[in-house]
């Protein structure tokens, strides 16, 4: 357990003792919990077509559960018991700016493993029930309190229900078991057995993260592949000299597919753009410019800074210093690596780092580009 401002602790120490590993129990992270939405905008979310919410209920008596996916009739709170359920809005971080600021304290982990900010309102004991989830996660305590009990990671292994699409396991064996106060938060690693009960009325804040599948990275290719038609291949049987009248499978066919398999798997650079690309996306699927800047307001004392919401990452790619923001890619030349690195990292930067001046003789068209396309705000 760890107590005291989450600002304070060694990441890089933490990161190597429990990411991905165990779980664990920050006790007093936040000052100021996390506090930028009152039940009745929650509430207000959950009305919406666009977003994606649950409505998990328990029946006090039967202890039975069931689940209701939105958008929900404002008529249906009224209907509500007044325990044993929570409503959950997924990707708050899409609609609600002020959600972004709750990232700065999670910047030792790269955009591109952030998925989404989820934002529960239990009643008293209302919760999801015991399950596991295949991705990371740090569960903030906003208002009130919950009683969360955790298990080790891969303590799944005593069966599972399945109800109403939900996965429920069967019994665990509690490693942590704590009441979260306003501004404990609790990290959960994939595969970890995890439930919370609130204690009266609370709003607790998930900051969840995704990683790739090897099906997603062959969707990649597939669709370069399409791109590219010319570059693909037909398999050839110039070795047939004699009849095959049973019909029997040829191993070259095989052979012939694993080669072209090690083929496109020998491109290092294109597998990493591909998955750099795909990363960058946050998951609106496209960035929702919110304040579209123009190149010719800069001023030589000018500070850009990337927009808080936006997906990004860079590696090198062609020599260059390739920085990908939801989908697109802005190739630097390599002098302007570290300007780059602190661009990608969401801090201010001064335009004379990227050679400003007023006639934009030197300055870089990639930069010119990310301005103009909205991807970052003008502080002065
Ligand atoms: C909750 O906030 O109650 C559910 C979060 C989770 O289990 O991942
Ligand atoms: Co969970």
């Known amino acids: 357990m760890f107590n005291g401002s989450l600002k304070d602790i060694n990441k890089s120490q933490w990161l190597e003792e429990y990411w991905q590993k ?9 000052d ?7 039940p009745d905008e929650l509430a207000g979310f959950a009305l919406q077509d666009e977003v994606e919410s649950r409505l998990i209920i328990q029946n006090s008596q039967t202890s039975q559960w069931t689940i209701e996916h939105g958008p929900l009739e404002q008529s249906r709170f009224s209907s509500l018991t007044e325990s044993h359920w929570t ?4 990707s708050i971080d899409s609609w609600l700016p002020e959600s972004h600021e709750l990232l700065n304290y999670f910047r030792f982990i790269p955009r591109w493993r952030f998925d989404d900010i989820m934002v529960s309102f239990a009643t008293d004991l209302g919760g999801v029930g015991p399950h596991a989830d295949n991705y990371d996660v740090f569960l903030i305590q906003g208002i009130g309190e919950r009683r969360w009990r ?3 990671k891969g303590d799944t292994s005593k069966g599972t229900t399945v109800i109403d699409g939900m996965s429920h396991l069967q019994d665990f064996t509690p490693i942590i078991d704590v009441v979260m106060q306003p501004g404990d938060m609790l990290y959960i690693p994939p595969d970890t057995p995890h439930w919370g009960i609130s204690k009266g009325e609370s709003i607790g804040y998930s900051v969840g993260y ?12 597939t669709e370069k592949l399409a791109e590219t038609p010319h570059h693909q291949q037909f398999f050839a049987d110039l070795y047939r000299k004699k009849e095959n009248k049973s019909n029997f499978f ?4 095989v052979q012939w597919a694993q080669q072209q ?7 290092p650079e294109l597998l990493a753009d591909l998955m750099s690309k795909q990363l960058s996306l946050s998951k609106l699927g496209e960035y929702q410019s919110t304040n579209i800047t123009d190149i ?16 990004v990452n860079w590696l090198i790619f062609d020599q260059k210093v390739r920085l990908n923001v939801e989908g697109e890619s802005f190739d630097f030349d390599p002098k302007y690596l570290e300007t780059v690195k602190l661009l990608a990292s969401f801090s201010p930067v001064s335009v004379k780092l990227f050679n400003f001046s007023p006639d934009l003789i030197d300055f870089p068209s990639a930069l010119t580009n990310l301005v103009n396309r909205g991807y970052v705000n003008t502080i002065k």
Do not use: M, W, Y
């Open 150 to 152: 955790v298990g080790a």
């Open 32 to 38: 100021d919990p996390p506090d930028f939405l009152s």
């Open 87 to 90: 409503l959950l809005i997924q």
């Open 250 to 253: 040829e191993d070259q066919l």
């Open 22 to 30: 165990a779980p664990c129990l920050f006790k007093n992270a936040f």
């Open 261 to 267: 398999l090690i083929d496109l798997s020998s491109q």
């Open 296 to 311: 010719q307001q800069l001023k030589e004392d000018s500070q850009i800074q990337l927009q808080q919401g936006v997906g």
């Open 210 to 221: 995704r990683s790739i599948q090897t099906h997603q990275l062959l969707s990649l290719l």
